[in-house]
């Protein structure tokens, strides 16, 4: 059975930080392509950043460049976010999101988990 558990999110002040964390599991974790989204009340889910399998390659939303860096240790089949100089629109519930194409069907296999909240506030 996968599972995506996602972990690190809370309450932090304006200009602060927060890593969040996602614990993958019941699937070949390096094979997969790792993201996190966001998606805040009435507002479309949107990707913030992603990664390939092997950590080679990554990838930021416009809004975030500079301030996320992701990324993924396959040993313990987990993938990071760590988020710095946030602000209030930063504020969402983000999801953490695996992805795999197979080569020979072109068939997505696609998984998220629950999601953690992130609230920026003073």
């Known amino acids: 059975q996968v599972q995506l558990v996602e972990s690190g999110g809370g309450l932090v002040q304006p200009g602060g930080s927060l890593r969040l964390s996602c614990a993958g599991s019941?699937?070949?974790?390096?094979?997969?392509?790792m993201s996190w989204y966001r998606q805040s009340p009435g507002k479309e889910r949107e990707l913030v950043a992603a990664?390939?399998?092997?950590?080679?390659?990554?990838n930021n939303a416009g809004s975030v460049k500079g301030r996320v860096t992701i990324t993924r240790d396959n040993a313990k089949n987990t993938v990071y976010l760590q988020m710095n100089s946030l602000k209030a629109e930063d504020t969402a519930v983000y999801y953490c999101?695996?992805?795999?194409?197979?080569?020979?069907?072109?068939?997505?296999?696609?998984?998220w988990g629950q999601g953690t909240q992130v609230t920026v506030s003073s």
């Open positions: 999101n695996a992805e795999r194409t197979r080569w020979d069907t072109s068939f997505t296999y696609r998984y």
């Open positions: 019941g699937f070949t974790f390096n094979t997969y392509a």
């Open positions: 990664i390939t399998g092997d950590g080679g390659t990554t």
